[in-house]
Structures are given as C-alpha cells and as structure tokens.
C-alpha cells in the first residue's frame, strides 16, 4: 500500500481535525508527509498546551489512521518538552 499523498493528508486535516482544534483557540498546519510519518505544526492555543502531544496521539493520529491506514506516526516539529508532557500527564490522569 502507498503512502498518501500531502494534499490528501491535508483535506482530512482540513475537514476532520481543524475545526476539532480550533474549538479550543488552536489551529493545526501539515508540515510534509514522508513514507508513513505525518508531519504536523501545531498553532495558536495548541502550541504550548502541555496536552497537545496528547491530543496528537489520542486523536489526530486515530483520525488520520482511519482513513490512511498506513500511516504509522505523526510527529510534531516543535516538540513540547518532556516536563510539560509529564506534568499534563498527571493532570490527565487525576482527571
């Protein structure tokens, strides 16, 4: 199976998940798609929210999946740091 295309990685982005993250003040920008790794920016209130690699893994991935089985990964290129992620962690999981 081939890997899917950017522009249509970039409509279920459009379609799917921008108006998911924009709910919450964020926004979301595909960077570039190679073999079966999604590369995505994160935007607005979603950029330093210490959840946000959350949401990826939790949703954004999963939506993407459904619809491109093949892709493996999506990665975030401006990381949040390994603290944030930590304490988002516990809150989450208090929550």
Same mark, same amino acid.
Request: with cysteine; proline share 4%; net charge positive.
């Given at each position: 199976? &081939?890997?899917?295309?950017? #522009?249509?990685?970039? =409509? $279920?982005? #459009?379609?799917? $998940? ?9 926004? $979301? =920008?595909?960077? &570039? ?6 590369? !995505? ?6 950029? *330093? ?8 893994? *939790?949703? !954004? ?8 089985? *093949? !892709? =493996? ?6 990381? $949040? &740091? &390994? #603290? ?12």
């Amino acid at each position: 199976m &081939s890997s899917p295309t950017f #522009d249509l990685v970039k =409509e $279920i982005i #459009d379609i799917k $998940i921008k108006p998911l993250v924009q709910e919450h003040g964020g926004g $979301i =920008e595909l960077k &570039s798609v190679q073999g079966g790794t999604v590369y !995505i920016k994160l935007l607005g209130a979603c950029r *330093n929210c210490p959840s946000a690699q959350l949401t990826v893994e *939790n949703h !954004i991935k999963r939506i993407l999946i459904q619809h491109f089985p *093949n !892709i =493996e990964k999506v990665a975030v290129t401006d990381n $949040i &740091s &390994s #603290d944030l992620m930590d304490m988002a962690r516990k809150i989450l999981s208090h929550a």
